[in-house]
């Protein structure tokens, strides 16, 4: 196809870790993608923690990968260290970590990004949007270059209107070294899109030759290895520890005798933090009664003297923070190389977009990552992916890719961002999943590989692997349990090493459901077994699937019984202002979030059961008020 310059199907405006996968997933399904960032050396940046992964976040990272995205491939090729976090709990809230050379995290995304020949890089900085008849046809730069497309992602993260403060002065900023996105939050309002403000941070980075390691514990990375991509052939690289020091009594008087100078406490920054990652003067204010915080002290990558102090984030004048720094065991003498900040920024409230995270007023206008009021690498990458996907659907006229609570972490956190008024940085964690059971980053393949092939973001060939591997897990689970083991002596002799006896034949899966016994020892004892000599992540499937059989089961039939609200779709033209027996506020907020069905009803804040009970009776009879078309 011949190609007008300045004509695309899709624009992407942003080129973080939400934009780099919108930008990724609409090339790799055929599209022509203008990718615009206001700084292309920061392409996939990490402006925080150097780091990918963590409680509930890793699940959304082996998410995006089975369905085709690459923050799983980029990770696994960038790491300086592999952690396996809450190893030794259940398989819901095992956690990987991995810690990220962040130049080389940046380079190898922009690498794959320029190695498409469907994307086009372009610096510029968006500040006009073009909507004709309700729908996208374009955008204007600073410059007033016009650019045509059909379609449109915003994954501006905190650049819109941002404003980074350090103590009581202040200036326009994205981040630290970055320029603001001016105009576009005004565009957007033109279009009538409601905009809000929200605040995060980020704390100092030190020179490592100025820190003594040896009065800090050492947290070294795993022995065994994990990976997040489930494509073959992950790169093994050399570790680096990280480490671990502790705020203490001196460090709590300094930061409560500056409060005064802090823009958050003097009310210069209206827009809410993130509640599960606050600044270090909001837990010494909130959390009075704990003598010491954990900070640990993370490398940015080998080849930079830079460290970053995780855990120390601040908005405290610069002088201040290196007072509180040097009270901290092993930072006496730290020379700080950028100073912690807060950042302002606006976003849009997400009840403004549907499940496919396409603009409920504009057609063809996507939204992803912290534009929708989240926070995090891996939310905010999440988004981009099922945005980029959906937008190309949006193009094709096709089905869009709305992913269920039950099937996803992306679900849940897409879900909750659509249905609930969010008015803090939203975080994803795993007791936000009321399904984490069968949500567990191990089995992210099975659930979504599926969907990433029949989108065409998953081609033949690991789609093959992956069927390859399903079949040995359900071949082996038959096995297990169809096999005896006879109470012999050198059976149980082996056994008494664990703690265990069996006076009697037993199946080889009955005995893998006691705690003390794992696979390995099933190994051990049963030659069969250690013979098959199934790969670690098969054999993992098959003991997790063994031992947790009853609670997975009971999840599933939670599944089933949340499944019948779902099946109770309200139509789009309904008149909830008309309908009695429901109070005005909850008439007001069914107005503004319009669910598709009774269960996204049912989880809007302020619906009480008694409301879904008089919606389900007119649903039921089919009198639901209905506005004129």
Known sequence: MNYLQNEYDVIVVGAGHAGCEAAMACA???????????????IALQPCNPAIGGPAKST???????????????????????KMLNSSKGPAVRALRAQSDKKEYSNYMRNLIESNENIYLRQACITDLIAKDGRIVGAVDEFGIEYKARA???????????????????????????????GLSESLMKLGINIKKLKTGTPQRVDKRTIDYSKMTIQPGDEILNFYSFKPNRPIR?????????????????????????????????????????????????????????????????????????????????????????TLPGLEKAHVIKPAYAVEYDYVPAVQTTHSLMSKNIQGLFFGGQINGTSGYEEAAAQGLIAGINAINYLNNSEMLELSRSS???????????????????????????YRLLLRQDNADARLTPIGHKIGLINDAQFKIFTQKQENIQKELQRVNETKLS??????????????????????????????IDYKILQEIHSETKELNLPRDVYEQVEILTKYDGYLKRQEFQ???????????????IDYMRIEHISSETKEKLNKIRPKTLAQASRIGGVKPADISVLMVLLDKHTFARTEN
């Open 28 to 42: 790799r399904l055929g599209a022509k993608v203008l990718l615009a960032t206001l700084n292309l050396d920061n």
């Open 60 to 82: 959304l990272v082996r998410e995006i990968d089975a369905l085709g995205g690459v923050m799983g491939e980029v990770a696994d090729a960038t790491y300086i260290q592999m």
């Open 152 to 182: 449109i992602i915003l994954t501006t993260g905190t650049s819109l209107n941002g404003r980074i403060f350090v103590g009581l002065k202040s200036y326009s900023a994205g981040r630290l070294g970055e320029q603001a996105a001016i």
């Open 238 to 326: 050399k570790q680096v520890p990280c480490y671990l020091t502790r705020t203490n009594e001196r460090t709590h008087e300094i930061i409560k005798a500056n409060l005064d100078k802090s823009p958050m406490y003097k009310g210069l920054i209206h827009g809410v933090g993130p509640r599960y990652c606050p600044s270090i003067e909001d837990k010494v204010v909130r959390f009075s009664e704990n003598p010491s915080h954990h900070i640990f002290i993370e490398p940015e990558g080998l080849g930079t003297y830079e460290v970053y102090i995780q855990g120390f984030s601040s908005s405290l004048p610069a002088d201040v923070q290196v007072q509180m720094l040097h």
């Open 408 to 434: 996803s972490y992306i679900g849940t956190l897409i879900d909750d961002l659509v249905t609930k008024d969010i008015d803090d940085p939203y975080r994803m964690l795993t007791s936000r999943s009321e």
């Open 487 to 516: 109470a012999t002596e050198e059976v149980n002799s082996i056994l008494a090493k664990y703690g265990e006896h069996i006076d009697r034949g037993i199946k080889l899966g009955e005995l893998l459901k006691r705690p003390n």
């Open 559 to 573: 599944v089933n019984q949340a499944d019948k609200l779902e099946k109770f779709k309200i139509p789009d033209n």
